[in-house]
């Protein structure tokens, strides 16, 4: 069971290199002026390019080269002159037989990105092409190899995509899940793609493979395809790995091929050998001139570039002196801002993150940084307990107010200190042995008694005791 | 010297291209493909070595359009001059296996 969840098999590492296919968010497409959009009745967004009539030409759109350089940058790869090439092959959805791609010159090469724990992992090129139209498979159960026929609508050829190519530096579906998901927040937040996976604007293909741990070589390695979500893409993973472990096991070897995922059976089947594999005979398209963008257009590019989720998570933990993974659903939820002003008007940083992280999944609603602040502020003095700051929390966010206010409404008000020291005193009166064990226990002991007087407090107060101030009260007492 | 290109090599091109060839023009086009080749092979004599690649004939870059929709196609018209349409898409034989 363990191992289903974490993918870790003992004795082998998983070695994962992703292909991530982002629809970008212009207007038109790639080629032409027909609209990028999605959803649309049928054939509607097409035009003579999209469909590959003979005689139209393609005129390649700017704003997918900007959004494209803005990946390239975002991802701290090298942007530089670039050409388009022709993707041979004979398949419907792409009606004039040819994907225009970018094949030995892409227009970005050579980045990182950073996961969420600081690790880098290599990006070996982005490059531009056109995507292809979609075909829905019709009679024999809907299955591929069955069909009846297929139907073709053509409103998403010529979408323009960008193709990340990650280098195998990933090693557990945890680390592909996250890759994946830090590679969302920027395309979203440079404004390059929705990174919708439901809608299909961004795609995953997956190269697996396993080797021994200690071996320096990677093994042979599958690509998998059909992953529509990052729950998907863990589960192929998980599947994948073990597939090749138990070949490798049992004496056999591990074919090169392209595999297919299914969601339904939880697992891969093969589609193709490497021996089936596509020759597409790449050439360079001659109806497209080289894009060689100047230095000046990158720069404005660069300069326009927002906050990256990796600096912002830097930022955020500097300010608040925690680690950068303990902020991720902080700045993944576009909270930081809030963060970082409650923290000015006075709240504590550490109580401040714990409460965005845990509590606030469904949005800010009416909170404000000044009254995030206050709350925090009432928690640490011990006016309210954890417990009780998160139900106030939640009140704020759902209709706002004065957190002292709500905290009244809702009867949590502060114990007297003093009261609370004779209720404890009261109950070292009442089990003397446990209060004996307390003082003359070892570490554990006392852990295990303060915990069953805390208990008891908390009986005895309908939970409106701080813990916190109930230890500091017995460890002055077992002073005396 | 480049290996010369032999019969299997452009029976196996024909099939990329979906092309029926004979085995009369298996022959004819091995012959001929194999003279382009040979003259192409002309410039390995050639020192090279400071010259750029060349991407396109024409002396020219970034050919772009701005970001603007234009016409799109009647969708009727678009599709009556397909063979075969079913609920406003192109209905198309069964494919065999998934797009690369």
Request: one cysteine or more; aromatic letters at 6%.
């Amino acid at each position: 069971m363990r191992e289903e969840l974490t993918g870790v098999i003992p004795g082998w590492e998983t070695v994962i290199g992703l292909e991530v296919h982002a629809e970008l968010a212009t207007a038109t497409k790639l080629f032409s002026g027909a609209p990028n959009r999605f959803g649309g009745e049928p054939n509607t967004n097409v035009d003579p390019v999209s469909l590959g009539l003979p005689g139209s030409l393609p005129v390649l759109n700017e704003q997918a080269v900007e959004l494209a350089i803005r990946v390239g940058l975002a991802l701290n790869c090298r942007v530089q002159p670039s050409v388009f090439a022709r993707k041979n092959y004979f398949y419907p959805d792409m009606p004039k037989d040819f994907q225009i791609s970018q094949y030995d010159l892409p227009i970005n090469e050579e980045g990182w990105l950073e996961l969420p724990d600081g690790r880098r992992i290599g990006i070996e090129r982005a490059h531009l092409e056109e995507d292809t139209g979609k075909s829905t498979h019709v009679g024999g159960g809907g299955r591929i190899h069955e069909a009846g026929y297929s139907l073709v609508d053509y409103n998403r050829a010529g979408v323009p995509l960008i193709e990340i190519v990650g280098a195998p530096d990933l090693r557990s579906p945890e680390d592909a899940r996250a890759y994946v998901g830090e590679l969302r927040s920027i395309l979203v937040a440079i404004g390059a793609s929705d990174g919708k996976m439901e809608e299909g604007s961004m795609r995953v293909d997956c190269n697996v493979s396993v080797r021994p741990i200690g071996q320096a070589e990677f093994g042979t390695r599958c690509e998998i395809k059909n992953i529509n979500s990052l729950r998907s893409l863990g589960r192929a993973i998980t599947y994948e790995a073990q597939r090749q472990v138990d070949l490798l096991a049992s004496g056999e070897a591990v074919e090169q091929q392209t595999r297919h995922w299914d969601e339904d059976e939880g697992r891969t089947h093969k589609l193709r050998s490497k021996e089936e594999a596509f020759d597409y005979r790449y050439f360079p398209e001659p109806d497209l001139v080289p894009v060689d963008p100047s230095e000046e257009w990158i720069t404005e590019i660069r300069d326009a570039l927002p906050m990256l989720p990796r600096e912002r998570r830097h930022r955020l933990a500097e300010v608040a002196n925690v680690e950068t993974a303990s902020v991720v659903l902080t700045v993944e939820r576009g909270m930081d801002d809030l963060a970082f002003e409650a923290i000015a008007a006075g709240g504590d940083a550490g109580r401040v993150i714990v409460h965005v992280e845990n509590n606030l999944a469904d949005g800010a609603g009416a909170l404000d940084a000044e009254s995030f602040a206050t709350l925090v502020a009432m928690e640490v003095r011990g006016d309210l307990t954890a417990t009780q700051a998160k139900t106030v929390l939640a009140a704020l966010v759902a209709e706002g107010g004065d957190p002292a206010e709500v905290a009244a409404s809702m009867g949590f008000e502060a114990m007297d200190t003093e009261e609370l020291e004779a209720l404890v005193e009261r109950l070292i009166d009442e089990y003397a042995e446990d209060w004996a064990a307390f003082i003359a226990g070892d570490d554990k002991e006392r852990k295990k008694k303060s915990g069953f007087f805390v208990g008891q407090v908390m009986k005895a107060t309908n939970g409106q005791a701080d813990g916190r101030i109930v230890n500091e009260i017995m460890s002055r007492l077992a002073l005396d | 010297m480049t290996e010369r290109i032999t019969r299997e090599d452009v029976a196996h091109v024909a099939e990329l291209a979906r092309l029926s060839l004979d085995q009369d023009e298996l022959d004819a086009f091995t012959s001929q493909l194999a003279d382009v080749l040979d003259h192409a092979a002309d410039l390995d004599a050639l020192d090279l070595d400071e010259v750029p690649p060349t991407a396109h004939p024409l002396p020219l870059r970034n050919v772009l359009r701005p970001d603007v929709v234009g016409e799109t196609s009647d969708r009727a018209e678009v599709l009556a001059a397909a063979p075969s349409v079913e609920e406003d898409q192109f209905r198309v034989p069964p494919v065999l296996g998934e797009a690369p």
